[in-house]
């Protein structure tokens, strides 16, 4: 038989010999008329599980995925038809995608496996119940310890993590904050209220002459011989008094702060 697609549907007669062929020979024509047959069923179970921020598309894609994985593991011989053998497959293979990559952060399995069933169970008692079921009733159901409950309900809580421009409350102002807002970041201007107080201790090392030199070098960046013009000195006179100065800066800074 020839992997050659047949340009109508195949009829159900006609795709059971399909499955057969192909799980004989894998040919990848086959696998190209059967995939695209059972497309149709593996949409129908993917939009039943498509809920909150879970992709359509994604769970297709995995649906797909499954939908494969039937075609190259069913056996005609047990006497089931592919149907029945490849939807518990594909749904089987939606479900361990929705349980262990739509969870925000890790968890146990057992936690994730336990979460949808109290989920049920909850439910169930509300209806029976009119009113919230209490931990110790959705433990007996289940047949579990009320710790069990307690911390996969706790840990549901990280089922997704929250976008940081979720908005959590308004300010005074009603406006809306957002969890970005809340977020510290690093702010520069610490370091440089902390560099100039360290300075202006520093400075105090300096006797008149020295603080002016350095001021008007270093602040308002004149030349050694302008700064000597003001003062009524020689460049060289600056020039020494401006390096006795730096040194008397130096050590009183690394007094200030010895681990720099």
């Known amino acids: 038989m020839t992997g050659r697609i047949p340009k109508r549907k195949p009829s159900r007669e006609e795709l059971i010999r399909l499955v057969g062929a192909f799980r004989e020979t894998g040919d990848p024509g086959l696998q190209e008329t059967l995939v695209r047959a059972y497309t149709p069923l593996v949409e129908t179970l993917a939009r039943k599980f498509v809920r909150g921020r879970i992709s ?14 039937s075609l190259r593991r069913f056996d005609p011989a047990l006497g089931r038809t592919f149907e029945s053998f490849a939807v518990p497959t594909i749904v089987g293979e939606i479900k361990r995608y929705i ?11 057992r936690i994730k496996e336990l979460s949808p069933k109290i989920k049920r169970i909850a439910d169930e008692l509300t209806a029976r119940l009119q009113r919230s079921p209490q931990i110790a009733e ?7 310890s009320e710790e069990d409950v307690l911390e996969t309900l706790e840990m549901g809580r990280s089922y997704y993590s929250l976008s940081i421009d979720s908005e959590l409350e308004s300010d005074s102002d009603g406006n809306a904050v957002s969890l970005l807002d809340m977020v510290g970041v690093e ?19 300096l006797d008149q002459r020295e603080q002016a ?14 700064a000597g013009d003001l003062l009524g000195m020689s460049q060289m006179h600056v020039s020494r008094l401006q390096r006795r100065a730096l040194g008397k800066l130096r050590a009183a800074l690394q007094a200030d702060n010895p681990t720099s």
Do not use: C
């Open 138 to 144: 959705i433990a007996e159901a289940l047949g579990i």
């Open 99 to 109: 349980r262990d990559k739509t969870w925000s952060v890790h968890v146990p399995r």
């Open 213 to 226: 030199i350095i001021h008007l070098t270093f602040f308002r960046n004149l030349s050694q011989k302008q």
């Open 56 to 69: 359509y598309e994604d769970v297709f894609q995995v649906g797909m995925l499954g939908l494969l994985a």
């Open 187 to 205: 702010e520069e201007g610490y370091d440089r209220i902390d560099r100039q107080l360290m300075l202006d201790r520093a400075l105090h090392a």
